[in-house]
């Protein structure tokens, strides 16, 4: 996998059911989105429940730049994630160190 050769800028866009982390570069977008789930005592759980990266945008690193972007939403603002998408499920096994944003 080639990573990026400069530093890529992820945009975080928010509404009221949830948002997304979206990276976008000569016309295309690359995204990742989340929906707020029913909260767990006062603590916001969102679900991760898409991830989208074009194929030319593909083997750059960029969807786990994206779900890198989510973690440290999530650690910022005192989220707990509930990985749907398959691509942050495994992103979540790979990273244990994560645990302390995974919802139970």
């Not at 990026?4 to 992820?10: E, K, S």
């Not at 005592?41 to 194929?55: C, E, I, K, Q």
């Not at 779900?67 to 650690?75: C, Q």
């Not at 990273?95 to 919802?103: I, R, T």
Request: glycine share 8%.
């Amino acid at each position: 996998m080639n990573a990026p050769t400069a530093p890529i800028r992820i945009e975080h866009e928010r509404s009221a059911h949830g948002g997304r982390f979206v990276y976008q570069a000569q016309g295309a977008e690359a995204e990742l989105t989340y929906a707020r789930a029913p909260a767990s005592g006062d603590t916001l759980r969102v679900s991760a429940d898409h991830t989208y990266v074009p194929d030319s945008m593909r083997g750059q690193g960029i969807a786990a730049q994206l779900t890198d972007a989510l973690i440290d939403a999530a650690r910022s603002e005192g989220w707990k994630v509930i990985p749907r998408c398959s691509y942050v499920v495994t992103a979540f096994r790979r990273h244990p160190e994560w645990g302390d944003v995974l919802a139970s």
